[in-house]
């Protein structure tokens, strides 16, 4: 069952990448690029007052008939992104926010890493091991 | 000399300013505007860091905030009043470059300025 996720940051360039490997890569990709499409839309909809969304756990943004995908924004602008195959249907919402959680807690720990320069690419074993453990939950 | 001192100051705290926002606004719900995130920094951020909150804000709701804290700690152990009142920019750039730096982070570009008067009191 594949799966990806995706960290971006506030001026949407990937910071983070990871997907298990799928027959059918393009429509993977273009979910995810669909999903942050989404997530964008959203935010500048809060912008203007026209959704009051407390919350930094964005939901469900996009299912297509193969594919879901979720959204995250963090209060510094960092957008995550997970896309999940559609025919898994046991993830419930609150794994999901958990899993955006945990995302989210790794990736304040790498921003509190003084050897870390803020905008650049994300390479730490820490938040590979965090996210493989996830992936392999997913799955 | 001095001048370089006090750019590298304020240059690392604007690195641990970013870092410190990240995590205090981890489980926060979002800021509805420039004034929330203004409040955050006087009560949360500030109680976190120095342990007391900011006296006063001010803002001419135009971009301009004024925060005064009138006993901030890291110019309580020098006299009160103006005996070492040179030195005191040294001590103060530093928390500027937080300020900037967890602005920054949240999105909000700024010029953090500091002005002490008398001491332990700062704007």
Redesign the interface.
């Known amino acids: 069952v594949p799966g990806s996720v995706v960290c971006c940051s ?1 001026q949407n360039y990937p910071l983070y990448i990871r997907s298990v490997p799928t027959e059918n890569e393009l429509k993977f990709h273009y979910t995810v690029h669909t999903s942050l499409d989404v997530v964008d839309e959203k935010i500048s909809a ?1 912008g203007k007052a026209l959704v009051d ?4 756990y964005l939901g469900l943004l996009y299912p297509t008939e193969d594919y879901k995908g979720y959204g995250y ?5 960092v957008k995550f992104v997970m896309v999940v195959d559609s025919s898994n249907t046991a993830l419930r919402d609150n794994e999901i926010r958990s899993m955006f959680r945990k995302l ?2 790794s ?2 720990d790498i ?4 050897f870390y320069n ?1 905008g650049d690419r994300i390479h730490s074993r820490a938040f590979d091991n965090m996210v493989n453990s996830m992936m392999m939950q997913v799955n | 000399e001095n001048g370089r001192c006090t750019t590298k100051l304020e240059s690392m705290g604007f ?1 641990v300013g ?6 205090f ?2 489980d ?4 509805k505007d420039e004034l929330d995130i203004m409040k955050f920094i006087c009560k949360d951020f500030w109680t976190t860091v120095f342990k007391k909150q900011i006296d006063n804000l001010r803002t001419n709701h135009q971009g301009i905030y004024v925060l005064q804290d009138n006993k901030f700690r890291l110019l309580t152990q020098m006299s009160a009043g103006k005996q070492y009142l040179e030195h005191a920019p040294k001590y103060l750039a530093f928390t500027c470059g937080l300020i900037r730096g967890g602005l920054s ?3 909000i570009k700024s010029i953090v300025t500091a002005e002490v008067s008398s001491m332990p009191a700062c704007k």
């Open positions: 506030s809060m969304q407390r919350e930094l924004v963090t209060n510094s602008k989210h807690n990736y304040t921003m509190c890493n003084p803020p | 690195r970013q870092g410190l926002i990240e995590r606004t981890k926060t719900a979002r800021f982070n949240l999105g």
